[in-house]
């Protein structure tokens, strides 16, 4: 990977705006622009149409030869599927209200990394063909036939969005680049071009069960060894029931929870938690993942790997669903599960906490919970004993990430339970949290290390936002529910706020949960001694 | 920009010749009856375009909070999970631009003392929002205002908007506020996006049209109304006359008025094929139009084609030995395939 620059110089060097029209510039496939392509043998086994060898660097991308006509159908076909697309297509004014709300835009001054023109980019092909005046004017008034070039150019941009929907904030017609984006993907996977890095995880999932493609054997038993951290930590080894009939709930997380640092420590969390209450769940080696990089693809794929979810819920025999700490599968879930596989399984039944017998009305139709709804109703019912100052370490700020906060309106019961388990907190900007959030810079399938530049240029008004209270506040922990972030955001901060960390909220919780039988705790659940530690032990002396 | 400009002059010009030399009966009542029924044919041709296509999936943006728990307050009318609820976010969006009042403006400071190196900030930036409303409220009552020619007589609302419209009793003919302002704000729609460089750069021929096509109405409208002191008795016959469909002779009514008539029918004519119908295309936005509530209910898409996935059976079938290896409960144990397998 090259170099990075400083974060002085990445945001000096963008590049001012090409002086030509945005009709006459084409994007340059150097190395770092562009994610790798998806494998042939990848393609063939998902079923993917024209798979092939490309390099998306050369002239040739080896399309078939009818690709013109395959694109040109497959265009019309979703015009015909998708109201929001034909809609999109006719109604924006180009105000420019959407420019400056990506961050793709903001770190990249590219003008084609405008919301507007990048749906332009679309949009022109569509006046073409479905519009009178563009049939006869064309290019003057922006459209333009399908050619080679085009279609490396919708290629360019459609991996260059993270489908976060901040645009479609500020739009005063709700205009949604991620649907638009998701259906340029969709077209691009007609004539065979994907990438490698959603794809790859893609057939693990239809295969395996998850992204990572990790089999049933190697699931269980690194959730064990997971168990046996958490045994070390709390004193108390946590229950892993797998696969198992006849318990009311089932328990889904994304994958990378159960495989990657620091997600292992929210997966330990999740289990701690889970033993402390004595839930009666179940997980599953087979609906082994909650993310769906389907979704980057088409939604068919999408569909495809969410079935999972239900078909295990009805063979298993559980009542309802509980979700992990995961940004796309909860937009997913909360916005297309339902319509894709549902309706529900027959003996699944509306959510009800066993706990504080609240019943989850908002999820009565896909009988999905998340955990931090989970977790915030058991605190409101005093259901969890807990120790924040075990957290007393860690100045703590919340990223919403984007799915949650745009496609669900997640926002206040994480905050819920994270001012309930740190005793320091503050927050970003107000125009960087919440709705307005703004991404990590990498999601929908780009949290691949060969752009990393172009993620480092997409996170930085995140960066620049982290770094404002890092240094403000002195934040040193960024905590977050969503496991792409929990990949993505990492790098971002040892390059826009080095010094901060990034967690799951369960790991916050399970660090201050005070579980039945725990020995003295030493360390948290990532093994690093606990604050105030040599601190006498007050010893009532304080008087409560 | 120039050419949107030129095409605009160039209706003028054709209308005020053909007025001129006589053809006024072709601008003034041929015209306005085609434009009516492109616009009115051509809007409803449009949504009808838009609704045959469905909408397969429930995709409204949350703008807050959700609907979840009791002790959570939601964001009413930016997240409403109700039919009620989405009629007041509508509203908001409708009558009130609620997403374009959130716009601020990023900038990047290079050396920002807190963070010690590049800092977005975030402006507040509500002129968009507000020239925008400004435009469609003037336009509207403008609009409203022009009953007086089309009724008779003329009812009390149009006589009592006229009369707060005028309120600054300035001049004669009296002053319309919502025309002088309806101007302003064109002329910061067009200004803005010749200085904004973003704005300017994804600009097309078709953003500056319509906004040069509205220009050259206000204009032509107000040069009728206080320059030209056109017969104001004249133009109301003439009008009353297309409007029961008794047209009568345009002769003797000044050319400025078929400009004006045939500026208008050009926008009219133009409207349903253009980005204009954002007007009734906001009313389809599924990310607006559409309850919060897609985990309460099931929103069905019609063409969601047959399930095909990797059933459990066929996942257990691939990793039977392991699962067993692993201690897995198995819905088809290991001894009874392989038993099955010897008893071939």
């Not at chain 1, 990977?1 to 090409?18: D, H």
């Not at chain 2, 006589?22 to 616009?39: E, N």
């Not at chain 2, 904004?196 to 040069?212: A, K």
């Not at chain 2, 980005?275 to 309460?296: V, W």
Request: some cysteine.
């Amino acid at each position: 990977m090259a170099k990075l620059p400083t974060p002085q110089e990445l945001v000096a060097n963008r590049p001012a705006f090409p002086a030509e029209a945005w009709l006459e510039t084409k994007p340059k496939f150097v190395p770092g622009s562009y994610c790798y392509p998806a494998k042939k043998e990848t393609m063939e086994a998902l079923h993917m149409p024209h798979p092939h060898e490309w390099d998306p660097a050369a002239d040739d991308w080896q399309l078939p030869e009818n690709w013109e006509k395959i694109l040109c159908d497959a265009f019309e076909d979703r015009l015909k599927k998708h109201r929001s697309l034909k809609l999109f297509m006719d109604i924006c004014v180009r105000c420019g209200a959407c420019a400056d709300k990506c961050q793709f835009f903001l770190g990249t001054n590219d003008p084609k990394n405008m919301p507007v023109l990048r749906a332009e980019l679309l949009r022109s092909l569509y006046r073409r063909d479905y519009s009178m005046l563009g049939k006869i004017l064309g290019k003057k008034i922006g459209a333009r036939s399908w050619d080679y070039q085009t279609v490396k150019e919708l290629f360019f941009y459609a991996y260059q969005c993270t489908e976060c929907r901040r645009c479609s904030l500020f739009c005063p017609y709700g205009i949604d680049t991620a649907e638009i984006t998701a259906i340029v993907r969709e077209l691009l996977h007609e004539v065979g071009l994907g990438l490698h890095w959603i794809m790859d995880p893609v057939k693990n999932c239809s295969y395996t069960g998850n992204h990572l493609g990790i089999k049933p054997h190697s699931y269980v038993e690194i959730v064990e060894m997971l168990a046996d951290d958490c045994e070390d930590i709390v004193g108390v080894r946590p229950k892993t029931p797998f696969n198992e009939r006849g318990h009311e709930i089932l328990f889904i997380c994304p994958s990378g929870d159960v495989f990657a640092d620091p997600g292992i420590y929210t997966f330990m969390g999740y289990l701690i938690l889970f033993n402390e209450l004595d839930l009666d769940y179940t997980l599953s080696t087979y609906a082994s993942e909650g993310g769906n990089f389907g979704s980057f693809v088409s939604f068919n794929m999408a569909k495809k790997l969410n079935a999972k979810m239900y078909e295990e819920a009805q063979r298993l025999g559980c009542k309802w669903i509980l979700g992990g700490e995961c940004g796309h599968m909860w937009r997913v879930i909360n916005q297309y599960m339902d319509t894709y596989n549902g309706p529900t399984p027959s003996n699944m039944t509306t959510p009800v906490s066993p706990y504080t017998g609240t019943v989850f009305k908002n999820a009565a139709s896909t009988k999905m919970v998340h955990i931090a709804e989970f977790e915030a109703d058991l605190i409101r019912h005093n259901k969890l004993k807990l120790d924040p100052s075990r957290n007393d370490d860690l100045i703590c700020t919340w990223h919403d990430s984007c799915n949650p906060a745009r496609g669900m309106g997640l926002l206040d019961e994480p905050r819920y339970v994270l001012k309930h388990v740190v005793n320091h907190f503050y927050e970003m900007p107000e125009n960087t949290i919440r709705e307005q959030t703004f991404c990590c810079g990498a999601g929908s399938g780009l949290n691949t290390e060969e752009i990393m530049e172009l993620r480092m240029r997409s996170g930085m008004p995140r960066g620049n936002a982290l770094r404002y209270v890092q240094q403000k506040y002195g934040v040193n922990r960024m905590a977050c529910c969503c496991a792409i972030d929990r990949a993505t955001l990492p790098p971002l901060a040892d390059y826009w706020a080095p010094g901060v960390t990034i967690s799951g909220l369960t790991e916050l919780v399970a660090n201050a949960l005070v579980c039945k039988g725990e020995h003295k705790r030493t360390v948290n659940l990532r093994q690093e001694d606990l604050p105030h530690l040599d601190e006498e032990e007050p010893e009532g002396n304080e008087g409560e | 920009m120039l050419n949107s400009l030129l095409v605009v002059a160039l209706v003028a010009i054709i209308a005020w010749l053909g007025a001129a030399i006589g053809l006024g009966s072709l601008f003034g009542v041929v015209l306005p009856y085609v434009a009516i029924v492109v616009f009115l044919g051509g809007v409803v041709w449009r949504m009808v375009w838009w609704a045959k296509s469905p909408v397969p999936f429930a995709i409204p943006t949350t703008g807050g909070q959700e609907k979840s728990l009791d002790f959570i307050k939601q964001a009413q009318w930016d997240c409403p999970d109700t039919t009620l609820g989405v009629v007041k976010r509508m509203f908001l969006e409708v009558f009130l631009f609620r997403s374009l009042f959130r716009n601020v403006n990023a900038e990047i400071k290079q050396d920002d003392p807190v963070n010690g190196g590049p800092r977005l900030i975030y402006y507040s930036s509500k002129w968009l929002w507000v020239f925008a409303l400004l435009f469609h409220y003037c336009f509207f009552i403008v609009f409203f205002r022009h009953f007086r020619f089309f009724v008779d007589p003329v009812p009390g609302c149009v006589s009592f908007m006229e009369m707060i419209d005028g309120f600054l009793q300035i001049g004669a003919p009296r002053f319309y506020l919502t025309g002088g302002l309806l101007l302003v704000a064109v002329l910061f729609l067009i200004g803005r996006r010749l200085v904004n460089p973003r704005v300017r750069y994804i600009s097309l021929t078709q953003d500056y049209f319509p906004l040069f096509l509205i220009l050259g109405i206000v204009v032509s409208g107000i040069a009728m109304r206080y320059f030209l002191k056109t017969d104001i008795t004249q133009v109301k016959a003439f009008v009353m006359g297309l409007v029961h469909f008794n047209p009568i002779s345009a002769d003797g009514i000044d050319p400025i008025f078929f400009v004006h008539v045939c500026l208008v029918s050009t926008l009219l004519i133009y409207f349903p094929f253009s980005k204009l119908t954002h007007m009734a295309g906001i009313f389809f936005s599924p990310t607006r139009n559409l309850p919060c509530n897609t985990r309460r209910v099931r929103h069905v898409n019609p063409w969601n084609p047959p399930k095909d996935f990797l059933t459990y059976p066929e996942y257990e079938d691939l990793y039977r030995e392991a699962m067993a290896g692993a201690n897995l409960p198995l819905d088809k144990p290991l001894e009874a395939e392989t038993k099955q397998k010897s008893g071939e």
